[in-house]
Nanobody, 118 residues
Framework: QVQLVESGGGLVQAGGSLRLSCAASRRTFSNYHIGWFRQAPGKEREFVAAVSWSGDTVSYADSVKGRFTISRENGKRTVYLQMNSLKPEDTAVYYC???????????WGQGTQVTVSS
């Protein structure tokens, strides 16, 4: 497993931007696929975006396509989630997760709060 730490959350007005970071502890970070998920109060956790270990493959939830961009810098053991045109419905705790098998996540971070005001 790999330890993950999210950062970059905060309070932003609708239409604004934030960039989340997911930093990993292991040197073998480049072997892991990374996903971003979010959970709003009273709702189930939902998939947001994912990037393969190489960065060649990315996937997005329909609700964020065209607004969010996932990327990674393996040399810095970090994955980013650039969030633009934020909406109040994007308000949630955002988590990153790692997997050795695509979409089979087994390591999770502690989460970072994103709040979008209207």
């Amino acid at each position: 497993q790999v330890q993950l730490v999210e950062s970059g959350g905060g309070l932003v007005q609708a239409g604004g931007s934030l960039r989340l970071s997911c930093a990993a502890s292991r040197r073998t970070f480049s072997n892991y696929h990374i996903g971003w998920f979010r959970q709003a109060p009273g709702k189930e956790r939902e998939f947001v975006a994912a990037v393969s270990w190489s960065g060649d493959t990315v996937s997005y939830a329909d609700s964020v396509k065209g607004r969010f961009t996932i990327s990674r810098e393996n040399g810095k053991r970090t994955v980013y989630l650039q969030m633009n045109s934020l909406k109040p419905e994007d308000t949630a705790v955002y988590y990153c997760a790692a997997s050795r098998v695509w979409e089979k996540y087994d390591s999770w971070g502690q989460g970072t709060q994103v709040t979008v005001s209207s």
